[in-house]
């Protein structure tokens, strides 16, 4: 199971925490919701993890140890480390303990296996970073794709616009990975193709803790970027393509940045006291996600 069904699936069985109107940057009330304290600690935890240096394989403190280190809970404690499991960042092995695990796709970079997927600053530097990757594989494939290429390119367009349309986000995460893979497939550049797989990866993780599965944004809206986006490699425009595909992720990042500031404002205005929701329990919470994980709307 990927990790934006797998977080859906598990809000699906969650009691969703209160919802407020929060005013947005233009002024206008945007919905929002209480951040509930296992995301908090799982942030908390992530943090930590980056302080200390701590490697993949290094052994973090017992459940016990962490919350108190990390002045939480032993049940929100245990509850973040769930998370964090299903979200590939800690390994947990029944009588060994709590383990930092593989960088998320093989990153072997310090910085890039301590990417902080609720931090401003760290989404906006992987967006603008996807943004140069996929605007250059877009740009390729309109002078490169075959045309097969071409097909599994604009099918799985389509594919996401008709799950958009009946607002499925199964469906469409799937339609949405198989879109940019095909993408960066016809950029005929396997470093290419692998950075696209990267840094979305680690784009899915931003989506477990920010979106919790949901659509960050119109998966309609999305499909059609794709279609537009595979029109133009199709036609063999690389300038049209690389823009659209600059202008799809420019409306990722914008959702982003809205949903971060949010948060933020509602972490600054909500009492200390209130309760906090943990999620339903995370299948199999010690076995880390392998598979190529699917952004919802993007």
């Known amino acids: 199971m990927n990790l934006i069904n797998r977080a859906h699936r598990a809000r699906r069985s969650t009691p969703v925490p ?21 995301e908090l600690v799982a942030e908390q935890l992530l943090g930590y993890i980056a302080e200390q240096g701590l490697r993949p394989g290094d052994r973090l403190p017992t459940e016990a140890g962490l919350a108190d280190l990390l002045g939480a ?21 029944r009588g060994a303990g709590i383990f930092v695990a593989q960088s998320p796709g093989g990153l072997a970079d310090d910085q890039l296996a301590h990417f902080q997927p609720t931090s401003m600053e760290h989404v906006l530097m992987l967006l603008d970073y996807r943004s140069v990757i996929e605007s250059e594989t877009a740009r390729r494939a309109a002078t490169q794709a075959t045309p097969i290429e071409v097909r599994a390119i604009r099918e799985s367009a389509s594919g996401s ?61 999305a499909g059609r970027q794709h279609v537009a986006i595979a029109e133009a490699i199709a036609g063999g425009e690389p300038e049209r393509a690389a823009q ?20 933020l404002f509602n972490v600054a205005g909500r009492s200390e006291t ?16 392998t598979s190529p994980p699917r952004t919802s709307a993007s």
Do not use: C, W
Request: no cysteine; glycine share 6%.
């Open 18 to 38: 209160e919802e407020r109107r929060t005013p947005s940057e233009d002024g206008e009330a945007t919905e929002s919701r209480y951040r509930p304290g296992y």
């Open 73 to 93: 809970s032993r049940n929100v404690t245990r509850e973040a480390v769930k998370v964090l499991a299903a979200i590939g960042r800690l390994s947990v092995r």
């Open 161 to 221: 616009l008709d799950a958009g349309r009946a607002d499925d986000i199964d469906s469409f995460a799937k339609a949405d990975a198989d879109f940019h893979d095909a993408v960066g497939a016809a950029a005929h550049n396997v470093f290419l193709r692998s950075s696209v797989g990267n840094v979305r990866r680690l784009a899915a993780q931003s989506d477990v803790l920010l979106f919790h599965g949901d659509a960050p944004g119109s998966l309609e809206v």
């Open 244 to 263: 659209l595909m600059t202008e799809h992720i420019a409306t990722t990042q914008h959702q982003f940045e809205r949903r971060i500031r949010d948060r």
């Open 274 to 289: 209130a309760p906090q929701p943990a999620p339903a329990p995370v299948r199999d919470a010690g076995a880390v996600n």
